[in-house]
Nanobody, 119 residues
Framework: QVQLLESGGGLAQAGGSLRLSCTAS?????????MGWYRQAPGKQREMVAT???????NYADSVKGRFTITRDNAFFTAYLQMDRLKVDDSAVYYC????????????WGQGTQVTVSA
């Protein structure tokens, strides 16, 4: 299985920055393909923020393009989300997600980390 450990959430002012990290561990980490971040604000559905493939191809939600950057260090099975020019609307619980290659399967979630952006 795969366990995902998130860190880096917290409080920031609008216009500020935060960096999230997600490190995968477990018996199936070598089969991981996509890693990414999703978020869920109170009363709203969980939404994709950014994902990145094993090969380094990123994908972003329109709402964060140009402000957030997702990167990945395959040697350490870690994905990072650099969040710049934060907005109050970015406040949410951010969840790390990892998906295995089709031959391996699997879809795992982290526990979530709170990001709060104040005006």
């Amino acid at each position: 299985q795969v366990q995902l450990l998130e860190s880096g959430g917290g409080l920031a002012q609008a216009g500020g920055s935060l960096r999230l990290s997600c490190t995968a561990s477990g018996t199936r980490i070598h089969g991981l393909n996509i890693m990414g971040w999703y978020r869920q604000a109170p009363g709203k559905q969980r939404e994709m923020v950014a994902t990145i493939t094993r090969g380094g191809d990123p994908n972003y939600a329109d709402s964060v393009k140009g402000r957030f950057t997702i990167t990945r260090d395959n040697a350490f099975f870690t994905a990072y989300l650099q969040m710049d020019r934060l907005k109050v609307d970015d406040s949410a619980v951010y969840y790390c997600n990892a998906v295995g290659f089709p031959a391996y399967g699997g879809n795992w979630w982290g526990q979530g980390t709170q990001v709060t952006v104040s005006a």
